[in-house]
């Protein structure tokens, strides 16, 4: 297929700034399997730029949008309709143009879910979980966890209040779901040892700062199944300490990839072939300037 044409579709993603992102390579490359007539690119727009951009290429040939930081919140206040599960995790990372309108959805936290119960090949209700970290990425996985029926979300954070505002909103949802664990020995070790799955949804770990841990080494235990969001490096200090001990992990792939595939799935109706796109985010990250 010769593309663009003024019949090519435009995903478009929206943040800044996006030196690093992968999802242009991952979408492009479906769309090139597919045989779709359709293009992924980034734009990199600021906050005073973000409304006059964004309504501008509503006006476009669009197959639709992400977004990414720092205007996954932002971008709420632009859009005509939101999903009520995204409108209480309070971040869009998808929009979908729907029949005019613009409508957003967040596909982190059921991209994080479908790449855990992938690997760990069980469901993630009616089980305990310990998150570390209180950012974005954490508040897209915590609701959505919550929706799904886990039994309990613990939330441990450098920033306390961080943790208690994202449990105070889980609650409001999902009634005594969630409680805060300060970020001391003592009460991790209380805790954790009741827990099935640990998230780190730190950037520790994370190049150029892989040599660090996001908790005490000696909290880990067999039968505890670790996961990092963190995939640059893939196999992360946490995820090689557990797999030492004999915990189940999961690395920050899988979330990557079936966000995208969710996304994909909410743009165009299809689902896009997850192997592949896992195949070429592996290639990328393998290479030199991955
Ligand atoms: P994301 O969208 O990936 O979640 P974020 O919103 O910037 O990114 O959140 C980063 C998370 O990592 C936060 O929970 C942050 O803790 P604070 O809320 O205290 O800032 C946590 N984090 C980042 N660097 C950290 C560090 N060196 N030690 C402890 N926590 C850290």
New binding site residues.
Partial sequence: MQYPTVHTKLAVLLGNPLEHTLSPVMHNHVFKKLDMDCIYFPVEVTAENLKTVFSGLTRMNMLGFNVT?PHKMNIISLLDDIDPLTAAIGAVNTICLERGRTKGYNTDGEGFVTAIEQDLKQSVAQKKVFIL??????RSIAMTLASKGCEKIFLC???IS?AEALSADINKVFEDCSSVVPRELPPMGEVLPACDLLIN????GMHPYADNMPLDESLLFKGLAVADIVYNPLETLLLKAANKIGCSVVNGLGMLVYQGAKAFKLWTGVDPPVHEMFEVLQSVIASPHG
């Fill in positions: 930081m970290g209180c950012g974005g990425a954490a954070n450098r920033t961080k949804t730190t950037s520790i």
